[in-house]
């Protein structure tokens, strides 16, 4: 496993930009895949974004055209890119990662607050 140490987040106005990052240290081979999952009140935890370390990347149909991942393998982090924020993006988000050889991500960060409202 690894440690995912996030920052960014906060409050932000609809049509507003936030970015998130997410340094992680430990074995490289634990990210394979790196992503953010979000968790709204009430709602069940949602794949927000997630990006292989050759730069393939999923999204989830909410963001398709607002939000952008990224990475940068020599500093092992990873990025979010939010933008056209809409109050239905307030959440919690996590950062998290797996290995190749695992189905299923196994190391979380600590998950920031996004806040979009007027």
């Known amino acids: 496993q690894v440690q995912l140490v996030e920052s960014g987040g906060g409050l932000v106005q609809p049509g507003g930009s936030l970015r998130l990052s997410c340094a992680a240290s430990?074995?490289?081979?634990?990210?394979?895949?790196m992503g953010w999952y979000r968790q709204a009140p009430g709602k069940q935890p949602e794949l927000v974004a997630d990006?292989?370390?050759?730069?393939?990347?999923n999204y989830a149909d909410s963001v398709k055209g607002r939000f952008t991942i990224a990475r940068d393998n020599a500093k092992n982090t990873v990025y979010l890119h939010m933008n056209s924020l809409k109050p239905e993006d307030t959440a919690v988000y996590y950062c998290?990662?797996?290995?190749?050889?695992?189905?299923?991500?196994?190391?979380w960060g600590q998950g920031p607050q996004v806040t979009v409202s007027a």
């Open positions: 430990g074995s490289i081979l634990s990210l394979y895949l």
């Open positions: 998290t990662s797996r290995p190749l050889a695992s189905a299923d991500f196994d190391s």
């Open positions: 990006m292989t370390r050759g730069g393939r990347t």
